[in-house]
């Protein structure tokens, strides 16, 4: 009788575990994967001179900045609005992203350098983005050239 009670006992607290193991991997959250998005985009000089020193009429060195950080984009040039687009995958889960660019060359002694991103926010489950950005370049006195470039439009989809 007694050792009767114990297989009871021990069959009874088996399904116990059995079912709460179940239910414990039932309940566990899983996290949804993580969507990439393509990005559709113009980067722009728009204060270029158009007219005398064509070094400034193209962006050069143009950076995708992407949290998380993603590849260099492949440009294409646009002959009639001198700027540069891409297609660019973005990393999967990517929250943020900004581009980085040059209008401006051959600044003796200082130099010419990259400064602001344009950097905007990514919506969770965007899957496409069409953006542009404008950059401009000016001298920072005394010293370097520095190009800022700012988000001038953004849709996402």
Do not use: E, K
């Amino acid at each position: 009788m007694f050792a009767a009670t114990l297989v009871r006992r021990g069959l009874a607290l088996g399904s116990a575990l059995l079912v709460t193991g179940a239910l414990g991997v039932a309940g566990v959250a899983h996290p949804a994967a993580a969507t990439t998005a393509v990005l559709y985009a113009t980067v722009d000089c728009t204060g270029s001179n158009h007219s005398g020193d064509t070094r400034d009429w193209y962006p050069s060195n143009v950076r995708l900045h992407t949290s998380p950080p993603s590849t260099t984009p492949g440009l294409v040039a646009v002959p009639a609005t001198h700027a540069f687009q891409f297609t660019q995958t973005l990393p999967a889960g990517a929250t943020s992203m900004g581009v980085t660019a040059q209008c401006s060359s051959g600044h003796y002694p200082y130099g010419d350098y990259s400064g602001s991103a344009g950097l905007t926010g990514i919506p969770a489950g965007t899957t496409t983005i069409t953006a542009s950005w404008a950059c401009s370049a000016a001298p920072v006195s005394p010293g370097p050239w520095l190009t800022n470039c700012g988000l001038q439009s953004v849709s996402f989809g």
